[in-house]
């Protein structure tokens, strides 16, 4: 296989206050190249309304713009749940607001810029939505994250619901 991929990221986050924020992601991946590399435009890493994509339907260029706003819905629920095993501990919960949106893209760049008005359609993709986290520790010490989000395509139709679960376990010292 012969191409090189660039790729660019870029985060910033600004404080509204009591644990609340807004959350800012660009993301730019271009592919470079007669074997390039296909980059995927939907999941839970991209466009979160679109479900992630089989490789045929990636392309070679994407670039994806996130926008999130995260409020604390229960800022303090220090509920221990002692009496089952491995006992649980609720530190918060968090509500997000959310848009995402994304241009994918095979053709040269110039192309795509000359083109847009006719390419705008099968290569501009938004979508926005609603998450719930829950931040808590298992054995009240090792972080457990629950995430609960649903997304609505705005341009397409259609939405996509995710669930996970994230853990952090560390040890030693």
Same mark, same amino acid.
């Given at each position: ?6 790729? /660019?990221? =870029?985060?910033?986050?600004? *404080? ?6 807004? /959350?800012?992601?660009?993301? +730019?991946?271009?592919?470079?190249? *007669? ?5 995927? +435009? ?8 679109? *479900? ?18 995260? +409020?604390?819905?229960? *800022?303090?629920?220090?509920?221990? #749940? =002692? !009496? #089952?095993?491995?006992?649980? !501990?609720?530190?918060?919960? !968090? ?6 949106? $994304? ?12 083109? =847009?008005?006719?390419? @705008? ?5 938004? /979508?926005? $939505?609603?998450?719930? @986290? &829950?931040?808590? &520790? ?11 989000? =649903? /997304?609505?395509? %705005? %341009? %397409? ?12 376990? %560390?040890?030693? $010292?």
């Amino acid at each position: 296989m012969d191409y090189w991929t660039r790729f /660019a990221e =870029w985060h910033q986050f600004l *404080p509204l206050g009591r644990d609340g924020a807004v /959350a800012s992601r660009i993301a +730019l991946s271009r592919s470079h190249g *007669p074997d390039f590399q296909k980059v995927p +435009l939907g999941g839970r890493a991209g466009i979160r309304g679109f *479900p992630q994509e089989r490789s045929s339907q990636s392309r070679r260029g994407v670039l994806i713009s996130n926008l999130e706003c995260r +409020l604390p819905l229960f *800022p303090d629920v220090n509920y221990h #749940m =002692w !009496y #089952m095993f491995p006992d649980f !501990y609720i530190k918060n919960i !968090y509500l997000g607001l959310f848009s995402d949106q $994304g241009v994918r893209w095979s053709v040269p760049t110039r192309e795509l810029r000359d083109r =847009w008005g006719e390419l @705008k359609k099968e290569s501009f993709y938004h /979508a926005a $939505g609603v998450s719930l @986290k &829950f931040n808590t &520790f298992v054995l009240e010490l090792f972080p457990f994250f629950f995430s609960f989000e =649903w /997304a609505k395509r %705005t %341009t %397409t139709g259609g939405s996509v619901f995710y669930g996970s679960v994230f853990q952090f376990f %560390t040890f030693g $010292g």
